[in-house]
């Protein structure tokens, strides 16, 4: 069966630092790869999507970007974080072919201090 | 743009009764929609897909219409339960595969 693993499950960071969460599917190959935030109380706010190593497509412009080196692996990275960075930050994915449902990961909580 | 349009109100149901939440969406033609549960502190959880040739879609007590003239879908839950208590949201999908956008969902309280 197939897993997507998030991590961490809560971080705390001061504005400046950088960042970096790790997402990794297991029990697929060619997965679409998605990192989501959700302010609090908001709806979900889709930031990055991959359909395959390498390639990425950013869907917001901010101080954010993600990298997939790997097949099952999507990286979310800041450089320097600034509070509005703050928010539940969320890795899915899907079947590369065809209409099929997200799977999410269990989220990063992240507030910048 | 396209606009993805959820009642903000929280839906405050009896138990027993059939909960009815509401999608519209502007701006697009979405091939599918997809509903979703998700609870506090949680990621959501997929629950049904329906495609733009189906009228309706079932599982259990989950019912989903899409009707594509009127641009909207509507998510029932039969004999509704406090378990069902969650928040509740749609994401239509276009003809590319690649990414679907997810509306701001409606909260869904179910009182014994």
């Known amino acids: 069966s197939q897993t997507i693993h998030q991590w961490p499950a809560t971080l705390v960071q001061p504005v400046g630092s950088p960042l970096s969460l790790e997402c990794t599917v297991e029990g697929t190959s060619n997965p679409n790869l998605y990192w989501y935030r959700q302010a609090a109380g908001r709806g979900l706010q889709l930031l990055f999507y991959?359909?395959?190593?390498?390639?990425i497509s950013s869907e917001v412009p901010q101080n954010l970007s993600a990298s997939r080196p790997q097949d099952r692996q999507f990286i979310l990275s800041s450089k320097k974080l600034l509070l509005s960075d703050s928010g539940f930050y969320l890795c899915?994915?899907?079947?590369?072919?065809?209409?099929?449902?997200?799977?999410f990961g269990s989220g990063t909580r992240l507030t910048v201090v | 743009s396209q606009k993805i349009e959820q009642n903000s109100e929280a839906l405050n149901i009896q138990e027993g009764k059939t909960a009815t939440l509401t999608c519209n969406y502007t701006n697009y033609s979405p091939a599918y929609l997809q509903w979703y549960r998700q609870d506090p502190g949680r990621g959501p959880v997929f629950l049904l897909l329906?495609?733009?040739?189906?009228k309706e879609k079932r599982k259990e007590r989950l019912k989903v219409t899409f009707d594509t003239t009127l641009k909207q879908s509507l998510f029932h839950i039969t004999a509704s339960q406090p378990a069902d208590s969650a928040t509740y949201l749609c994401a239509p999908g276009g003809s590319s595969a690649s990414k679907i956008i997810f509306g701001s969902g409606t909260r869904l309280s179910i009182r014994p």
């Open positions: 991959s359909v395959g190593i390498g390639q």
């Open positions: 899915a994915w899907r079947k590369g072919n065809g209409v099929y449902g997200y799977t």
């Open positions: 329906i495609r733009e040739n189906e």
